[in-house]
């Protein structure tokens, strides 16, 4: 075991596992990220906590993820390389590592000009890739970036994300690959519409041995209504939505309701795909419906390892 992590023991163990994604509040409110820790406790083997997602100040996933420890649920704790050089990275880690946090997903981060603060100025010193190579040294060889010995490793889960439709399409596996390379031990996927475009993707990874060697996990986004589904559609980069689904919720009297039966639909389909390991749910801003969703999936109760 590389950390000894919740999640880690689920997915070692073959159970198919559940995650979902928790963004900390605009805020200093602890009480908001304890209440939905609170709320997603034993319906999720583990929960992403966001870093500055869309590139918006919010509380820090370090914090966010040590409050969500205390109550009890897995943090899944997201690091972006948009705000950090290779020194703050390593020093981040190893105090989210003191503090009991053991799942990392190594993430480039949203371009500043997407949020708030456009005049901030990014880091990038490394990218994910990068990233994820110093992390794997840092926690197999004992060593940080400069190959200096570190008095105790950290012990940490690491994953990465990838997106089997981003364009070239061609390079999406070969991406995948170099992201196992540096170190992804899990890999959390893009929001998945078209399952049959996702097990093609999926072949050609299986094809190429790279199944073996990682943890897949298809992402899926409940919709609420038509319009989300039409934006997501026209408007956000390397997402696929199928004219059926946008159909779909368009005829639907309840938007909701819809896109409710529409995530049950597709995590069945993804608990059948050859190679794919679980199921990262992001109800963006609609985390009170993970509980009911996991429970009608058949997801629940989560496995004890």
Known sequence: MRSGSNLEKVLEAGHFAVTCELGPPKGADGEEVRELARLLKGNVDAA????????VVR?????AARLMLDEGLEPVMQMVTRDRNRIAIQSDILGAAAMGIKNVLCLTGDHQSLGNNPQAKSVWDIDSLQQLAMLKAMRDEGVDAVG?????SPEIFLGAAANPFGDPTSFRVTRLAKKITAGADFIQTQVIYDVARYEEWMEE?????LLDKVHVMGGIVPLKSAGAAKYMQKMVAGIYVPDEVVKRMKAAEKGKKEGRKIAL????QLRTVKGNHGVHIMAIMWEKLIPKLTEEAGLLPRPKV
Do not use: Y
Not at 59 to 63: A, Q, T
């Open 265 to 268: 639909e597709l995590i069945e």
């Open 48 to 55: 992403n906590v966001t870093d500055n997602q869309t590139a």
């Open 59 to 63: 509380m820090s996933s370090i914090g």
């Open 205 to 209: 990874a299986r094809d190429r041995g």
């Open 148 to 152: 200096e010995e570190l008095k105790r």
